[in-house]
């Protein structure tokens, strides 16, 4: 097989380069597990794009993200296998004998799944998930963290593998065992997780050796306490889920209810800086190589949130009414106000960061700010999500 001959075959069938690639890996495993990552990744953008919107600042950058967000998913995960590509050609003598022995190895490999999306796009987790895997299982599933945009879909893999692993971090074990929604954070954001259980433990500390390569898990405490970050070393690839973004990196949810949590966030982008990866996998938005411009970027919104702790709680009661608005698609402004006004972070935000103002007008105006920065369209009584 010539260069040509697999960029040919790349171009007509980005599968067939995911068999290619394989001997550069020595398994499919691996092609499989980035493959799923990456195609999560984009997933997780167009359904869950919260953060992106809220920070944007001009009508430039809104037409600059959007253009990026709706960007096909087929093109994202053939970027990503361009990179597979790189690495890959190197090895040119071997592909012929890889053809022949990857549908074998597929059958003898684990196939894994890092993170599982919102509760509402479970449907398109299950389907990505078979159009990679087609008759094989799903073997494994880990979760870096247990908010519900990461763990929204391991209920419904479970039971649709029912031999599947689930690596949780250690932190929240006892509550999921429970199934305690105060302590998993779903009951005080508002929010929905159905009930899943875990079959292992992710130990910040260790080290797995999964899809051939070793993956070390690193404690990366800040956006949530019980993070862990993948990185594989080899190929100096970290999975980052929400500690950083190409853009910034998710609501710091301890600071939300008073928990100081802003040195930790900086210490995990210290942690990042140090393991210098080449390529990131963020817990939102796509594949990305650009990795100190995105490191300099998130320390500067650090820097601002910790000046100004009541710009980093308007931009946390921001997400999670977007995050609902996504959810719900469009709402009658009565009806989102009654949920709104339940919500226990809702409450304990507008009490602390409220001011002198009453809570139905605190949350009119967190909603013209949504409106103003063209997250939400108000029409006839109706929210949309926008
Ligand atoms: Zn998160």
Redesign the pocket.
């Given at each position: 097989m010539t260069a040509e001959q697999i960029v040919a075959s790349h171009k007509a069938n980005v599968e067939t380069l995911f068999g290619l690639t394989a001997k550069a890996f020595e398994g499919v495993e691996k092609l499989v597990e980035l493959n799923l990552t990456a195609a999560k990744a984009a997933l997780d953008e167009s359904a869950n794009n919260t953060q992106a919107a809220l920070s944007v600042k001009d009508a430039q950058e809104l037409l600059a993200m959007q253009a990026n967000l709706f960007q096909p998913l087929a093109e994202k995960t053939a970027a990503y296998s361009r990179h597979l590509y790189d690495i890959a050609s190197g090895t040119g003598g071997e592909f012929t004998k890889a053809i022949e022995s990857q549908t074998a190895a597929a059958q003898k490999q684990f196939a894994t799944l890092v993170d599982t999306a919102y509760v509402t796009h479970q449907d398109q987790t299950l389907a990505l998930v078979r159009g990679h895997l087609h008759d094989r299982p799903l073997d494994r599933l880990v979760n870096?963290?247990l908010?519900s945009?990461?763990c929204g879909g391991n209920h419904y893999l479970q039971v649709h593998y029912p031999q599947l692993q689930t690596w949780i971090t250690p932190g929240l074990s006892q509550a999921v065992l429970d199934w305690t929604q105060e302590d998993l954070s779903y009951q005080p954001t508002g929010q929905n997780c159905p009930r899943f259980h875990f079959t292992h433990l992710l130990q910040p500390g260790s080290v797995h050796r999964w899809a051939n390569a070793n993956w070390e898990v690193h404690a990366a405490p800040g956006?949530?306490p019980h993070?862990v970050i993948l990185f594989a070393p080899e190929y100096r690839l970290l999975m980052s889920?929400?500690a950083l973004w190409q853009n910034g990196f998710?609501?710091v949810?301890p600071e939300l209810v008073g928990v100081a949590a802003f040195d930790e966030v900086a210490q995990t982008l210290d942690l990042i800086e140090r393991l210098n990866p080449t390529t990131i996998i963020p817990?939102h938005g796509s594949v990305f190589s650009d990795v100190s411009p995105a490191l300099d970027l998130a320390r500067q919104k650090l820097e601002a949130f910790a000046k100004n702790p009541e710009r980093h709680a308007r931009y946390g009661t921001k997400v999670l009414l977007k995050f609902k608005l996504l959810e719900w698609g469009h709402i009658s402004r009565q009806d989102f106000n009654a949920w709104a006004m339940d919500v226990p972070y809702m409450r304990d935000l507008h009490q602390r960061f409220g001011l002198a103002y009453s809570l139905p007008t605190w949350l009119d105006m967190m909603l013209a700010e949504l409106t103003r920065s063209g997250a939400l369209l108000e029409l006839d009584g109706m929210l949309h999500d926008a």
């Amino acid at each position: 097989m010539t260069a040509e001959q697999i960029v040919a075959s790349h171009k007509a069938n980005v599968e067939t380069l995911f068999g290619l690639t394989a001997k550069a890996f020595e398994g499919v495993e691996k092609l499989v597990e980035l493959n799923l990552t990456a195609a999560k990744a984009a997933l997780d953008e167009s359904a869950n794009n919260t953060q992106a919107a809220l920070s944007v600042k001009d009508a430039q950058e809104l037409l600059a993200m959007q253009a990026n967000l709706f960007q096909p998913l087929a093109e994202k995960t053939a970027a990503y296998s361009r990179h597979l590509y790189d690495i890959a050609s190197g090895t040119g003598g071997e592909f012929t004998k890889a053809i022949e022995s990857q549908t074998a190895a597929a059958q003898k490999q684990f196939a894994t799944l890092v993170d599982t999306a919102y509760v509402t796009h479970q449907d398109q987790t299950l389907a990505l998930v078979r159009g990679h895997l087609h008759d094989r299982p799903l073997d494994r599933l880990v979760n870096t963290h247990l908010h519900s945009d990461h763990c929204g879909g391991n209920h419904y893999l479970q039971v649709h593998y029912p031999q599947l692993q689930t690596w949780i971090t250690p932190g929240l074990s006892q509550a999921v065992l429970d199934w305690t929604q105060e302590d998993l954070s779903y009951q005080p954001t508002g929010q929905n997780c159905p009930r899943f259980h875990f079959t292992h433990l992710l130990q910040p500390g260790s080290v797995h050796r999964w899809a051939n390569a070793n993956w070390e898990v690193h404690a990366a405490p800040g956006h949530d306490p019980h993070s862990v970050i993948l990185f594989a070393p080899e190929y100096r690839l970290l999975m980052s889920a929400d500690a950083l973004w190409q853009n910034g990196f998710g609501v710091v949810f301890p600071e939300l209810v008073g928990v100081a949590a802003f040195d930790e966030v900086a210490q995990t982008l210290d942690l990042i800086e140090r393991l210098n990866p080449t390529t990131i996998i963020p817990g939102h938005g796509s594949v990305f190589s650009d990795v100190s411009p995105a490191l300099d970027l998130a320390r500067q919104k650090l820097e601002a949130f910790a000046k100004n702790p009541e710009r980093h709680a308007r931009y946390g009661t921001k997400v999670l009414l977007k995050f609902k608005l996504l959810e719900w698609g469009h709402i009658s402004r009565q009806d989102f106000n009654a949920w709104a006004m339940d919500v226990p972070y809702m409450r304990d935000l507008h009490q602390r960061f409220g001011l002198a103002y009453s809570l139905p007008t605190w949350l009119d105006m967190m909603l013209a700010e949504l409106t103003r920065s063209g997250a939400l369209l108000e029409l006839d009584g109706m929210l949309h999500d926008a």
